[in-house]
């Protein structure tokens, strides 16, 4: 099975701020096999990233994904009020098919 | 509009099962799978498995297996996920989820609002 290890656990920064989360993986994932979700407090996780870099209909292009084999990244390039919020990343493996969540980055206000 | 609508927050004692619903609307409901993800409170995301509304075919986490179910009815576009021997710690909201693919591979790209399963005696 392989493990997504997220970093950091906890993002503290202000509006208009770059941030940039990690998700490395203890095995290659193929890149087409690699998405991120958002997740707001009492709401369903929203797909952002799929493809480790293409964006989901409708997210503003201050997302944006990258990398390959085990590291990626999500960042957001100047941070709005509505973007903090939890931030998940997914591989799906398909021998047997599986899929795994890292286990989150909390992007909180500074 | 595409969506997908679960079935109410459930209360069961410990050893029950629950049985939690989820009704497509929008697309062609045999089109794309659908999965199943848990979250107990203040945690992570937690896979579950998946069923293939057309096949009916279903894969489940090992963790899961022996005690979860998919179903399916696709003459009201609605897929089921049964969960029994309850414990406490499949205390969670459990989400079904769409799975799209093409270019770009598989991908949640539509979520239900979650159903709440507390388990407690």
């Known amino acids: 099975e392989i493990v997504l290890t997220q970093s950091p656990g906890t993002l503290s920064l202000s509006p208009g701020e770059r941030a940039t989360l990690s998700c490395r993986a203890s095995?290659?994932?193929?890149?087409?096999?690699l998405a991120w979700y958002q997740q707001k407090p009492g709401q369903a996780p929203r797909l952002l990233i799929y493809?480790?870099?293409s964006r989901a209909t409708g997210i503003p292009d201050r997302f944006s994904g990258s990398g390959s084999g085990t590291d990626f990244t999500l960042t957001i390039s100047r941070l709005e009020p509505e973007d903090f919020a939890v931030y998940y990343c997914?591989?799906?493996?398909?021998?047997?098919?599986?899929?795994?969540f890292g286990q989150g980055t909390k992007l909180e206000i500074k | 509009q595409v969506q997908l609508v679960q079935s109410g927050a459930e209360v069961k004692k410990p050893g029950a099962s629950v049985k939690v619903s989820c009704k497509a609307s929008?697309?062609?409901?045999?089109?794309?799978?659908m999965h199943w993800v848990r979250q107990a409170p203040g945690q992570g995301l937690e896979w579950m498995g998946r069923?293939?509304?057309?096949?009916?075919?279903?894969n489940y986490a090992q963790k899961f297996q022996g005690r979860v179910t998919m179903t399916r009815d696709t003459s009201i576009s609605t897929a089921y996920m049964e969960l029994s021997r309850l414990r406490s710690d499949d205390t969670a909201v459990y989400y079904c989820?769409?799975?799209?693919?093409?270019?770009?591979?598989?991908?949640?790209?539509?979520w239900g609002k979650g159903t709440t399963v507390t388990v407690s005696s």
């Open positions: 929008g697309y062609t409901f045999t089109g794309y799978y």
């Open positions: 095995q290659s994932v193929s890149s087409s096999y």
């Open positions: 493809g480790a870099s």
């Open positions: 069923i293939n509304p057309n096949s009916g075919g279903t």
């Open positions: 997914q591989q799906y493996g398909s021998s047997p098919p599986e899929y795994t």
């Open positions: 989820a769409r799975v799209g693919g093409g270019p770009g591979g598989p991908r949640m790209d539509v």
